[in-house]
């Protein structure tokens, strides 16, 4: 029994330790500096949660005008008007992933986007800026939040990555969505050399609060996306 407590200290002393981390990296760290480039698309590009897809999706007839519909959908995501029309855009093994979360598969990605605004119920977007890529769209989007109850107002520059996949009907989805706050990247294994254990251990934390967090859902008929 005393073996079993020091492993749950243990664990929950690098836990916290583990977030602390976390902070002072999105103070310190150096933004990504990812470039879109179209005819390179994910080619060379590997940063947190998004590493080039083995199998490139064909998209060359996308555009930034087709993509509109897209983009629109996401940004009324992090406006806290959360529907399932923007459910739509992802792919059912989609993933969405920021600095605390990880969700896997369109019934979690809905139940965190409508289980957000229980917390925060209004969100303005005060700026964004959209660059495309062959198989990928860059949103950098400088975002203001309300939390409920307090009435407290935080502003959150962040930077997400949508990574497009294309169904056979030709329909552009999309399969990996990581929201960079601040613009800096993931703690994961790639960019933590020597340090392998932080980002593997940062990830799997994200993926258990992703989990606890999508047990309830909010969302209407979310069980059959």
């Not at 593997?200 to 994200?206: D, E, M």
Request: charged share 20%; aromatic share 12%.
């Amino acid at each position: 029994m005393g073996h079993f407590r020091r492993a749950i200290n243990g664990v929950a002393i690098y836990y916290v330790g583990l977030q602390g981390y976390l902070v002072y990296h999105l103070k310190t760290a150096p933004p990504n500096n990812v470039q879109p480039n179209w005819s390179d698309g994910s080619k060379g590009m590997f940063h947190s949660g998004m590493e080039p897809m083995t199998d490139k999706p064909k998209l060359e007839s996308a555009t930034p005008e087709s993509r509109e519909p897209m983009v629109q959908a996401v940004l009324s995501l992090y406006q806290c008007k959360p529907s399932l029309g923007a459910m739509e855009f992802y792919a059912a093994d989609a993933t969405v992933e920021d600095p605390c979360f990880l969700f896997k598969g369109k019934t979690e990605i809905a139940a965190a986007w409508y289980n957000m605004v229980k917390f925060i119920p209004t969100s303005e977007t005060l700026s964004y800026k959209v660059d495309h890529s062959e198989d990928w769209v860059r949103i950098s989007v400088n975002q203001k939040y309300c939390l409920r109850g307090i009435g407290l107002n935080i502003t959150l520059p962040s930077v997400a990555y949508l990574t497009l996949t294309r169904t056979d009907e030709g329909k552009e989805l999309i399969i990996n969505h990581t929201d960079e706050w601040y613009g800096k990247p993931l703690l994961e294994r790639s960019n933590h050399f020597g340090f392998e254990l932080i980002g593997t251990t940062a990830r799997a934390f994200r993926r258990a609060h992703g989990w606890v967090a999508t047990r309830y859902s909010c969302a209407p008929n979310v069980r059959e996306l």
